[in-house]
């Protein structure tokens, strides 16, 4: 049975961090409980829960734009329908929604695109949210001497620091926030590489004091930021070192992983090397990969050994969604699973090439990835509405208008990859499985990249990933490194992070022909949310918009 992260949630007033959004509520929350400010941050217990704890509440989400994954038009959305993994062909009059979708996928874009301010606000709030619980801490008379409290402190800078590094890489030149005091004329911009080495900073001063365990496993610890999260974190950050230092990201990097250099105890090292160095620290932690592929997944998945960080999931216990399910199947086939569908977002005609369906050399990967052809459930077929004709799925009929095709409603290979919980909630959104944010096989595929951008052999590692799956060995190429990514991470939010660095994301592909921002790299970041540029004159605003 899953243990319930203990937090007990107070009424935040707003701060001065409304300065960044339009919305005067921007650190409002409604109030759960009848504890004042006084009286929720009185001792380091208080500030344990109702400060470092309550952090978790916002992780994940079940309403549009909130939570790193699991709900809508968010996060996730703008990393994934934005590529060439996944789309939302409109179906009739299913799936046009004020053309959202094709905007994304599209790459039309613009700053008054619709939830790309409600993305940047949330991010902001976790990252103000920490500054006031931080704040808190150094309020405390035994701030610098209580052990306790000096790493809940660290804690909440990692926090800060995930947070600022999922904003760097969405809208590239972004203020640094480190304070609620902060007048609205005083925030400022940083270079996306100022962010980058923020973030850098922040995840290796906190990294000692962080908690040294494994956080997706069941416990105190569970779903919290512990030392694994950073060192993610931190190699994640190491392998786009080229891309975030690139301020002009219209232009090709001035500076070469090889030639860059970080410290990591009293060492030096460049780029690659440190990728590399963070990987290799996973070694202490235990990790390995989950056999079979599909048991990180599970309903039960607080048990891998292979997930890093997650979102933990509880259908009784936690209000957090995973909609992509719910989302991608037809209805019919959500009937047959107790429940309803939408069924909208497919895989794309490339991926699904690259999977090698259809062939007699199909990844074994795909079926656990995605339905297609004639769906099964529970080992009894699915069928249509007429009970008679079986619901078949056609993953080749894609496009981003499917409107009046044979296929209309059946285009799409649909997501499989999270096994269907029998006990969840709200049409499968409230499920047991917990959502995969990090995983130590996207570990194992960074060192071998860092490693071949460094002049050395990685085929051991991806050889590594591949054997799981019964796949031969193959030279650690570039290519055959980012063709491994696309199948073994499909759907997990890294998609345009891959693209971006192997400079592929303006490429053309079904139903995406490249734009004249893509041709020139301004659509590898998003432009800043139009009405913060009215608020915030002194700001520029991003290159294409």
């Known amino acids: 049975m899953k243990k319930t992260i203990?937090?007990?949630?107070?009424?935040?007033?707003?701060?001065?961090?409304?300065?960044?959004?339009?919305?005067?509520?921007?650190?409002?929350?409604?109030?759960?409980?009848?504890?004042?400010?006084?009286?929720?941050?009185?001792?380091?217990?208080?500030?344990?829960?109702?400060?470092?704890?309550?952090?978790?509440?916002?992780?994940?989400?079940?309403?549009?734009?909130?939570?790193?994954?699991?709900?809508?038009?968010?996060?996730?959305?703008?990393?994934?329908?934005?590529?060439d993994e996944a789309i939302?062909?409109?179906?009739?009059?299913?799936?046009?929604?004020?053309g959202f979708w094709e905007t994304l996928f599209t790459h039309t874009w613009t700053p008054g695109t619709a939830s790309m301010k409600d993305m940047w606000d949330y991010l902001y709030q976790v990252v103000m949210l920490s500054n006031k619980f931080i704040e808190k801490i150094d309020a405390m008379p035994t701030a610098n001497t209580d052990i306790d409290l000096q790493k809940y402190r660290a804690e909440l800078r990692a926090i800060r620091a995930m947070y600022h590094f999922y904003i760097m890489d969405l809208f590239g030149n972004v203020p640094i926030m480190t304070s609620t005091k902060?007048?609205?004329?005083?925030?400022?911009?940083?270079?996306?590489?100022?962010?980058?080495?923020?973030?850098?900073?922040?995840?290796?001063?906190?990294?000692?004091?962080?908690i040294p365990d494994k956080s997706n496993h069941l416990g105190p610890n569970y779903g919290r930021v512990t030392r694994p999260v950073a060192l993610f974190l931190l190699a994640k950050l190491m392998l786009n070192a080229e891309v975030y230092c690139n301020d002009n990201w219209t232009n090709a990097p001035v500076l070469k992983g090889e030639d860059m250099k970080f410290t990591i105890d009293d060492k030096t090292y460049n780029a690659w090397e440190a990728c590399i160095n963070y990987c290799d620290q996973f070694k202490g932690y235990g990790y390995q990969l989950e056999r079979p592929f599909s048991s990180n997944f599970a309903v039960t998945n607080e048990f891998s050994e292979e997930n890093i960080f997650v979102i933990p999931m509880d259908p009784v216990r936690y209000s957090n969604w995973y909609i992509y399910l719910f989302r991608s199947r037809h209805s019919c086939h959500g009937a047959a699973l107790g429940g309803s569908s939408e069924n909208g977002?497919?895989?794309?005609?490339?991926?699904?090439?690259?999977?090698?369906?259809?062939?007699?050399?199909?990844?074994?990967?795909?079926?656990?990835?995605?339905?297609?052809?004639e769906v099964f459930e529970n080992g009894k077929q699915v069928f249509l509405d007429d009970g008679v004709t079986p619901l078949v799925y056609y993953p080749w009929d894609v496009d981003m208008d499917i409107t009046g095709t044979v296929h209309e409603k059946t285009a799409?290979?649909?997501?499989?990859?999270y096994v269907p919980d029998p006990n969840a909630n709200a049409d499968g959104r409230a499920c047991n499985n917990d959502i995969v944010l990090f995983r130590y096989?996207?570990?194992?595929?960074?060192?071998?990249?860092?490693?071949?951008?460094?002049?050395?052999?990685?085929?051991?590692?991806?050889?590594?990933?591949?054997?799981?799956?019964g796949?031969?060995?193959?030279?650690?190429?570039?290519?055959?490194?980012?063709?491994?990514?696309?199948?073994?991470?499909?759907?997990?939010?890294?998609?345009?992070?891959?693209?971006?660095?192997?400079?592929?994301?303006?490429?053309?592909?079904?139903?995406?022909?490249?734009t004249d921002n893509d041709l020139s790299g301004a659509t590898t970041v998003f432009p800043i949310p139009g009405d913060l540029m009215t608020m915030h004159p002194t700001w520029k605003q991003n290159p294409g918009y």
């Open 471 to 514: 796949l031969p060995k193959v030279t650690a190429t570039l290519d055959n490194i980012l063709h491994e990514r696309y199948l073994e991470l499909a759907w997990e939010g890294w998609r345009r992070n891959d693209m971006i660095r192997f400079g592929i994301f303006g490429d053309e592909y079904t139903a995406h022909t490249p």
């Open 412 to 417: 799409g290979a649909r997501l499989h990859k």
């Open 6 to 83: 203990k937090i007990f949630a107070v009424a935040l007033l707003p701060i001065a961090a409304a300065a960044l959004s339009a919305c005067s509520n921007f650190l409002e929350e409604e109030a759960k409980g009848s504890l004042t400010e006084e009286e929720a941050y009185a001792t380091k217990t208080d500030i344990l829960n109702n400060g470092v704890l309550a952090m978790y509440n916002y992780i994940g989400g079940n309403s549009d734009s909130r939570g790193l994954q699991g709900t809508g038009r968010g996060v996730f959305d703008f990393n994934s329908l934005t590529t």
């Open 345 to 373: 977002m497919c895989a794309t005609v490339e991926l699904v090439k690259a999977f090698g369906y259809d062939t007699d050399n199909v990844d074994p990967r795909f079926y656990q990835t995605f339905y297609a052809d």
């Open 182 to 210: 902060v007048k609205t004329e005083d925030i400022v911009q940083s270079k996306r590489s100022e962010v980058f080495h923020f973030c850098v900073n922040e995840l290796q001063d906190a990294f000692p004091l962080l």
């Open 88 to 98: 939302a062909p409109i179906r009739a009059s299913d799936w046009y929604d004020g």
């Open 441 to 469: 096989a996207d570990v194992l595929l960074m060192k071998a990249e860092a490693k071949v951008r460094n002049g050395q052999d990685g085929s051991d590692e991806l050889f590594m990933v591949r054997d799981r799956v």
